[in-house]
């Protein structure tokens, strides 16, 4: 799925209109999960918390033209990336909200499929990326310590 720049920016102005509730400086958020629903027959993406109050909602048209059978697949791959940049530029670095908590994509049932991001300052989420030729050290260290 190849989304246009229009398409990617109203996804993440809606992701930031989402958090902005969690920057007004007062006093710490306890909230586990901030959950993206996209809805490809609708076009809707949702973003809602732990208690499933909508905390921001657009619709993405592109999403109703989509016809492969990789959908969750493709906005899952789309939002990780984003968040990530997102997590880069600083996005989520005033927000009052308690870590660790996860932006988590869930289906149409609210069923989790993926943890996109988490945020929190003492945990590192395992990835392909970061495992790529773990086997190898393991066996090279392995091997030196049984020499």
């Known amino acids: 799925m190849k989304l246009s ?6 996804i993440e102005e809606t992701i930031k209109k989402a958090i902005a509730k969690f920057a007004c400086g007062c006093e710490q958020t306890i909230v586990t999960d901030i959950h993206l629903q996209p809805v490809q027959s609708s076009g ?3 973003i809602f918390d732990d208690d499933d109050n909508e905390l921001a909602h657009a619709t993405v048209e592109e ?8 959908f969750y697949e493709n ?6 990336n984003m968040l ?15 870590k660790p908590y996860s932006f988590v994509l869930v289906d149409e049932e609210k069923e989790t499929i993926a943890e996109l991001l988490l ?7 395992v990835n392909d990326e970061l495992l790529k030729g773990l086997d190898e050290e393991l066996d090279d ?6 020499e």
Do not use: H, P
């Open 75 to 80: 906005v899952e791959r789309i939002f990780a």
């Open 84 to 98: 990530g940049n997102m997590k880069k530029e600083g996005a989520f670095d005033k927000l009052t909200i308690m």
């Open 5 to 10: 720049q229009s398409t990617l920016s109203l």
């Open 141 to 146: 260290f392995l091997k030196k310590l049984l």
């Open 63 to 70: 999403w109703m033209t989509y016809e492969g059978d990789d």
């Open 119 to 125: 945020m929190d300052d003492d945990t590192l989420m």
């Open 44 to 46: 809707d993406l949702l």
